[in-house]
Each structure stands twice: as C-alpha cells, then as structure tokens.
C-alpha cells in the first residue's frame, strides 16, 4: 500500500466515519423493540474498514428470549411435587396380652361355731332349755338316786367318776338368773325363763349371788358335803306349773333331760354321763 492510499484512508476515517456511525445508531435505535435490552458494541457491529458483520445484532437477545420462554414453558409443565399423604389414623400400639388372672382359690366350708353359752338346740320340744350336765366339758359322772329320795326317779345325786369329787367344780346347765341361794344345804337356784329352774346342792363354797346373770357352762361353785356325810352334788329340774313366779321342791320336780337324753332312774341305776357343757 502507497503511503497515498494510507492517506487517503485516514481523511476518510476521520471525515466520514463519525456521520456513518451516528446514522446507523440511530437507525438501528429506531428500529428495536422498546424492551430490547442494550447490545454492546461488539455485538452489535464489527464496522472497521466498511466492513459489516454478518452476525444479526439482535440474534442473541432474542435467542436469549426463547430460551427463556421455553425455560419457563418446562417450569410451568413439569409436574410440580405434591406432599405424600400421610395418615391421620393413628397406629395400633402393640398391646401385651394380659396375664390370666390366677384361679381364686376354693372357699373354705363355713364351720359352724357353737357360741360360748348357748346350747343347740337352745330348746327341747317341751319348751324346756337344752339342759347340758352341770360339769366341766369332757368330765364323766355317775349318776345315782336311791328309795325314798322324794322322788327317786327325778332326783339325781353325782358322782365324779375318775377322781374324788370334793372340790370339782359345778357349772351352770343353761343360760339363767340366780332366783335363789340356800346356804344351810349349799344350794342354789338359777331361772332360766318359760317357768323352767335347776337346782343344785351340797356346794361348798357357792360362787354367785342372787340376781347374778349366767351363761351356759358358768361357774356356780364347788362339789361338797353340805347338810350331807357324803361328798357330791344333787341336781335337780323343776316347771313352774302353776305359773306362780316359784319353783317348788318336790311337787314341781320332773325327770330331767340332760343333754337330750332323758333319765328316770330307780335304785341299782347307774349311768355315766360325759358332760359336753360348752364344749
């Protein structure tokens, strides 16, 4: 190149270019969409020597617009993830299987308990008590009566028959009051209601007093020889008959029943008796 042509070339550069530039600027402002974003330079035109670029200036904005389009197309498509549904009922608790409750043991039979002072029955079918022997529970005595005992049949006397008898004690027959004591024969005489007493006689000493309360199997006092050469004691079961509040000795004696059983005895008779009184 001639320094001519170079010459040339610059006077053209510094006269003409500037116009050309300012022209295609406004042109190309004129022309772009009012959201077109600001290209630079480079982009825009490569204008050296009258040379223009062959890359369409707004190429890449656009091209940036649709892949941002398509970009948001996906977004707006793609299947947005939903929470996975949970269960509101609540899950069975494992639950230990309950011990068997232990097999209740059999009741016990109820054992009847005859009370302290009470007979069973506490009557006889004649509306008298269930009279028990007037002695310690399990004792033996021998019953006896001889001719011309005022009556024989229904008087007895006792005998303690494993032991001597002075000193053994006496005991009431039946529930009762003591209605009356007669110390010149050691006797006594208990009210056990419904017109029905028991006697007893030759104590020594007498252990109650008159009006005095007892219960079945009550100490009254001791076997003894009162207004009598032998040790023992007389015994005796009396009605009232003629209802006159007063139990009558002899006309009012019947033949006792002791323990259920009942006795008329003569002369040469001898039965042994085992108290069972509050046993």
Not at 33 to 50: E, F, I, T
């Amino acid at each position: 190149m001639t320094v001519a042509t170079v010459g040339v070339a610059a006077l053209w550069f510094t006269l003409e270019y500037p116009g050309r530039l300012a022209a295609m600027i406004t042109s190309n402002s004129a022309s772009a969409s009012p959201d077109a974003q600001p290209r630079s330079l480079n982009s825009r035109y490569l204008d050296l020597g009258g040379l223009h670029s062959s890359v369409d200036p707004t190429s890449s904005v656009e091209t940036a617009r649709a892949d941002r389009s398509k970009l948001a197309d996906r977004s707006a498509t793609r299947a947005k993830p939903t929470a996975k549904a949970t269960s509101t009922k609540p899950k069975p608790s494992p639950t230990k299987a309950s011990p068997k409750p232990a097999a209740a043991p059999a009741p016990k039979k109820a054992v009847a308990e005859k009370p302290a002072g009470q007979p069973s029955p506490v009557k006889l079918a004649d509306g008298r008590p269930n009279f028990q022997s007037p002695f310690t529970c399990g004792e033996r005595w021998r019953g006896t009566t001889y001719a011309n005992h005022n009556p024989e049949d229904k008087k007895i006397d006792f005998f303690y028959q494993d032991g001597e008898t002075r000193g053994r004690d006496v005991r009431a027959s039946a529930p009762g009051v003591v209605n009356r004591i007669l110390p010149e024969i050691g006797a006594i005489k208990i009210y056990h209601g419904d017109r029905w007493y028991t006697m007893y006689n030759h104590m020594d000493p007498i252990l109650v007093e008159v009006g005095q309360k007892l219960a079945q199997g009550e100490l009254v006092g001791k076997a003894g020889s009162v207004d009598t050469g032998v040790p023992h004691l007389h015994y005796e079961q009396i009605y009232d008959a003629d209802n006159d509040d007063w139990g009558s000795s002899p006309a009012e004696i019947v033949n006792p029943i002791i323990q259920e059983v009942r006795y008329s005895l003569s002369a040469g008779d001898e039965p042994i008796i085992t108290s069972t009184n509050n046993c």
